[in-house]
């Protein structure tokens, strides 16, 4: 892949993380080409690799879409999550020194702040930091990198999420972890792990899109316009209904 194809594929992916980009989405490799101004080939290129990635479908005759995941799919991506961290749960028993635990300890105590102060963004994003830095002690970067793929994946499940979630069940689960890992109690950390995974994956409705739907340029608009350092907003959420509406979580696990 060309840089410009991997820079046009991080830009798509981005648009899918911050939810601009929703499931369904057309992606016309004309329409792409004109807004990123490359030839359809490039552009060919960078949606073969959100493919690859799972965040795309490609239709013959029809062409590319942002993927619409099942409820078998996320059971699947849940699944395999399960088994990475397992995994890397299993290394990191017998191998893991104080110096590991302690920056698992401290992550936890700093999204604990931020969960009790209401910074419910900041808690979000190091709910997810911490399954990365957990599996990143384990050294092995083959587990990384597929770790890291199943997450980008979940980037579609959290499009779907109407559901509120308990912060305080998805922190103690991390220390609990954390806990049962230390003391060796491999066989009880494992087993909360897929406990953990599924009680998450029953919390989306996978039958209503919370996010407003926008046309491809304006979904990446904000992307082109040159401003360093400053990220898009995230699309807003439609009005639920539900008290309000509903908050997403756009840590790996989602709602609960």
Known sequence: MSSRSQAIADILTRAIIDHRLVPGCKLGERELSEIFDVSRIVVRQALIRLADD??????????????????????????????????????????????????????????????????????????????????????????????????RRTTLLRSLITADFDYCNLLDDHARVVDLLEKGRLKQAMELIDTHHRSVVRGYIMDRQVFPELTPREALGPYLDGKAGEAPKPAPRKNTGNNGGTRAHSHVHAAK
């Not at 799972?54 to 999550?81: C, H, K, T, W």
């Not at 992550?107 to 009790?116: L, T």
């Open 54 to 151: 799972g965040l795309a479908q490609i239709e013959r005759n029809r062409g590319a879409f942002v993927a619409r995941p099942s409820m078998q799919e996320a059971l699947e991506i849940y699944d395999a999550l399960t088994l990475v961290e397992q995994g890397v749960a299993a290394q990191l028993s017998d191998r893991l020194g104080p110096a590991g635990w302690a920056e698992l300890r401290q992550h936890i105590e700093r999204q604990r702040q931020a969960a009790a102060s209401g910074n419910h963004a900041l808690a979000d994003v190091l709910g997810q930091e911490f399954h990365t830095i957990f599996v990143r002690l384990s050294r092995n970067r083959v587990m990384q990198e597929i770790h890291a793929q199943l997450v």
